[in-house]
């Protein structure tokens, strides 16, 4: 069983930039692939981004070129470094491992980006 916390969302203005992390808990974080997700009211869940063990990334149509991310794995840390922020960013957004698991979504964090 995997716990995930994330943390590092906030009110920001449009075209400023957010750090999200996510703590993972369990001793084979280095060998999972990660992913960022984000989930608007009313709107169905979406995939944002994520990352192998070995580091490849692959990110959405939407975010591409904006966002960015990475990994710890000393640290068992995913980061999602998020620039250029658009009020359409604005979203709860989520870790989870790729392929997502059900059990793994935690509280998230909320994302506001105004115009």
Same mark, same amino acid.
Do not use: H
């Given at each position: 069983?995997v716990?995930l916390?994330?943390s590092?969302?906030? %009110?920001?203005?449009?075209?400023? =930039?957010l750090r %999200?992390?996510?703590?993972?808990s369990?001793?084979s974080?280095? %060998?999972i692939a990660?992913g960022? #997700? &984000?989930? @608007? +009211?009313g709107?169905?869940r979406?995939?944002?981004?994520s990352i192998?063990?070995?580091g &490849?990334?692959? #990110?959405?149509?939407?975010v591409?070129? &904006?966002?960015t991310?990475?990994r710890?794995? @000393?640290?068992?840390t995913?980061y999602?470094q998020?620039n250029?922020l658009? +009020?359409e960013?604005? =979203?709860v957004?989520?870790?989870?491992?790729v +392929?997502? &698991?059900?059990? #793994?979504?935690?509280q998230?964090?909320q994302v506001?980006? =105004?115009?």
């Amino acid at each position: 069983q995997v716990q995930l916390v994330e943390s590092g969302g906030g %009110l920001v203005q449009a075209g400023g =930039s957010l750090r %999200l992390s996510c703590a993972a808990s369990g001793s084979s974080f280095s %060998l999972i692939a990660m992913g960022w #997700y &984000r989930q @608007a +009211p009313g709107m169905k869940r979406e995939w944002v981004a994520s990352i192998t063990s070995g580091g &490849r990334t692959s #990110y959405a149509d939407s975010v591409k070129g &904006r966002f960015t991310i990475s990994r710890a794995n @000393a640290q068992n840390t995913v980061y999602l470094q998020m620039n250029s922020l658009k +009020p359409e960013d604005t =979203s709860v957004y989520y870790c989870n491992v790729v +392929p997502t &698991r059900n059990g #793994y979504w935690g509280q998230g964090t909320q994302v506001t980006v =105004s115009s």
